[in-house]
C-alpha cells in the first residue's frame, strides 16, 4: 500500500491581533535594515567595512540604533506569540516560534545593554578594538543568544520542510542559516573589511528569512 504524500499545512489566513502581530514581525526586518542603511550613511566616521551596526548605539545619536534594536526585537516577540498560537492548533513546529522569540528578546538585550564605541567611531574614538566595559561585554553575549536561536530556527524550519516535501524552501532556510552562522564564525576567526560586509549580508538576508516565516504564517502556513 503507498504512504499519502505529505502537503503543506494550510490553515485560514490569520485575522485580527494575531494578524498584526504578525505583520510587525513581518515590518521588524526592513525597520532594522532601513535604520541601519539610513544611519551609516548619514552618521559621521560610520563604515559597514570596519564596524558592525551595534556601534551605532553609541554617541549622541545612539538613541536610534537602541530604539531600533528594542522596536524591532519586541516586534519579534510578539509575532512569535502569535505564531506559537497558530502552531499550536497542530501541525506547526513547538520550537521555531520559540526560538524567534528569544531572537527578539536577544535584540532588546542588545538595546539595554549597548555596545562600546570602536575603531574610529563615533568620530573621535581611537582606532582599534578599545576596550571593552560590562555592559559592552553583556551586548555580546545577549548578541550570541539572538544569533545562535535565529541559526538554530533557520535549522528547525529546513528540517519541517524537508519532511514536507519543500525542498526549495528547505534549501533557502537551511543556505540563510549556514551563511549567517559562516559569516559570524569567520568575523570573531579573522576579521576584515570583506568578511564586515559579509557579515553586514548575512544580517539582512537573516532578516529576510525572519520577515518570510511570519508572512507565511499571517497568510495561513504552518512551518
Known amino acids: 500500500m503507498s504512504q499519502a504524500a505529505a502537503f503543506p499545512v494550510v490553515r485560514p489566513t490569520a485575522v485580527g491581533r494575531d494578524r498584526l502581530l504578525l505583520l510587525g514581525g513581518v515590518l521588524a526586518g526592513p525597520i532594522f535594515v532601513g535604520s541601519a542603511m539610513v544611519q551609516a550613511a548619514t552618521r559621521d566616521g560610520f563604515d559597514f567595512r570596519r564596524h558592525p551596526v551595534s556601534v551605532l548605539s553609541t554617541g549622541e545619536l545612539g538613541w536610534i540604533q537602541i530604539v531600533t ?73 545577549v548578541a550570541a543568544v539572538a544569533f545562535v536561536s535565529l541559526i538554530a530556527a533557520t535549522v528547525v524550519a529546513a528540517r519541517r520542510a524537508a ?10 532556510s537551511l543556505v540563510t542559516g549556514m551563511f549567517f552562522a559562516v559569516a559570524w564564525v569567520t568575523l570573531i576567526a579573522r576579521p576584515a573589511p570583506t568578511v564586515m560586509v559579509a557579515f553586514g549580508l548575512a544580517v539582512t538576508a537573516g532578516w529576510l528569512w525572519v520577515s518570510v516565516t511570519f508572512a507565511r504564517a499571517a497568510s495561513g502556513r504552518a512551518d
Request: charged letters at 15%; aromatic letters at 10%.
Open 163 to 172: 519532511r514536507q516535501g519543500a525542498r526549495g524552501r528547505a534549501a533557502y
Open 69 to 141: 534594536f528594542l522596536v524591532t526585537g519586541v516586534l519579534c516577540v510578539l509575532a512569535a506569540q502569535a505564531l506559537r498560537r497558530r502552531t499550536g492548533e497542530g501541525g506547526g513546529s513547538v520550537w521555531l516560534p520559540r526560538l524567534l522569540a528569544l531572537y527578539g528578546l536577544g535584540l532588546v538585550g542588545a538595546a539595554i545593554f549597548s555596545a562600546d564605541p570602536a575603531d574610529g567611531f563615533p568620530a573621535g574614538t581611537p582606532r582599534g578594538a578599545g576596550e571593552i566595559s560590562w555592559h559592552g561585554g553583556l551586548h555580546f553575549l
